[in-house]
């Protein structure tokens, strides 16, 4: 397993991206599943950017690990912000005009729908949410 740790901000998603990025092409990844990946890297470590700290700022740990058996990437986050759960969030009403939804919400539900399994834990003091994706 490999991980890097930032700070959790926006201006830091390309840094991760670069890190997963470099794993994914050094397993030979098919282009769509790391365009997938990375699309998901850009919502999740972003809303840990937005909302996990609050106003303050705090850091972020993200890890890659590969299961060569199945060839299946698996990404974790990590941080010390206040507890959320991303897949206890109901899913948007896709079938409702984009102007009469709420907002929030869709990128999450992307997530869920392009990678194959998404898990979130609360442990010691830290929110730990890992998405797999066969590649």
Known sequence: MKDIT?????????????????ELEALECS??????????IDE????I?????????????????FDADTRT?????ADWGKPFDPTA???PDISTPA???RIGGLGIFLVRKTMDDMRYAY???KNILTVRKKI
């Open 6 to 22: 930032l700070k959790a901000r926006i201006d830091n998603i390309p840094k991760v991206t670069a890190f997963i990025d470099g």
């Open 31 to 40: 282009v769509k599943a790391q365009m997938q990946i990375d699309v998901a």
């Open 44 to 47: 999740l470590f972003g809303n």
């Open 49 to 65: 950017a937005r909302y996990a700290y609050g106003d303050e700022e705090g850091d972020a740990t993200v890890s890659f690990d």
């Open 73 to 77: 990437a698996l990404i974790t986050f």
């Open 89 to 91: 969030a109901a899913a």
């Open 99 to 101: 102007a009469e939804r």
């Open 123 to 125: 442990r010691d003091g």
